[in-house]
């Protein structure tokens, strides 16, 4: 079940990410200095290609909603629809830090049910189906580490930069990483305890990735502690927290708590 599509979203992913580590090494011998958004459109516009090419041709009863692609209303009507980032990490991308990736999931009646997640810098292929666990380039992975003092959290650089985890120290043990795809990737790999994201995110950033954690043992929400939907008419969920089940309870009231959500 879903091997067809499986087989293909991960060969568009190889492909997408290919193609986007091409445009970089072009971009990284000529640009003179700071990020070139031209350069940079150019990689998320050819991976949203590729990867339109072999989904949305391959399956053409299936929704489709991309970060890159005019969004098209008749997916609202769709049991399933591929939801994809083409390319999530920009910053990375333009920094030249190996955090950015390739995500591809398939939703059914509003849940993921596949997920491909592809980071073509250092080669790791994540890849989920409901019910049938998460892998890494054939093996097995298990977002079961135990909680042993402060949480590890892996956030975003740039809420870092923004002071949006101010006070938080005291409680956890922050550590900036890109995409946030690639923060779930990991955080299913059992690498770090748990990523959070207080400002709202779009499906397209996490709807594979929060398979990849659920499937791999972890737990992912939002802010309300809520499980997420996807293909909804507004694309902004309500940030996230996701963590191993060791660390979901005392991660999730460490941020409502920050919020003033907590309640005793």
């Known amino acids: 079940m879903l091997e067809e599509e499986l087989t ?35 990689a998320d ?3 949203d290609r590729i990867l339109q090419g072999h989904l949305r041709s391959g399956f053409p009863d299936y929704g489709w909603l991309s970060e890159e ?11 399933r629809v591929w939801i994809v980032d083409p390319m999530d990490g920009t910053r990375e991308f333009v920094m030249k830090i190996p955090e950015f990736v390739v995500s591809i999931a398939l939703a059914e009646q509003g849940e993921p049910i596949l997920a491909v ?37 892996e956030v975003s650089r740039s809420d870092i930069q923004k002071n949006l985890f101010a006070g938080y ?66 694309t902004l969920c309500n940030g996230l927290i996701a963590a191993s089940r060791a660390a979901y309870d005392s991660v999730s009231h460490i941020v409502m708590n920050m919020s003033g959500k907590a309640s005793y």
Do not use: M
């Not at 290919?18 to 090494?25: D, S, T, V």
């Not at 019910?131 to 949480?151: D, H, I, M």
């Open 8 to 42: 293909t979203a991960k060969y568009a992913a190889r492909e997408a990410g290919g193609a986007i580590l091409r445009i970089a090494e072009q971009h990284y011998k000529t640009a003179v200095s700071g990020a070139d958004r031209t350069v940079v459109t150019k």
């Open 45 to 47: 516009i050819e991976a």
């Open 69 to 79: 692609t005019c969004d098209d209303a008749t997916r609202l009507g769709k049991d």
């Open 117 to 153: 997640i592809y980071n073509p810098t250092t080669g790791a292929l994540y890849e989920a189906k409901r019910g049938s666990g998460t892998k890494c380039n054939g093996q097995a992975l298990y977002c079961s580490r135990g909680l042993e003092g402060k949480p590890r959290i």
């Open 169 to 234: 120290e005291q409680y956890v043990e922050l550590r900036p990483v890109g995409s946030i795809a690639y923060k779930l990737a990991r955080l299913s790999s059992g690498k770090t305890d748990a990523t959070v994201s207080i400002t709202p995110k779009n499906e397209w950033d996490i709807a594979a990735g929060v398979l990849l954690v659920t499937e791999a043992g972890g737990k992912a929400t939002d802010l309300d502690g809520r499980s997420h939907r996807f293909n909804e008419p507004n």
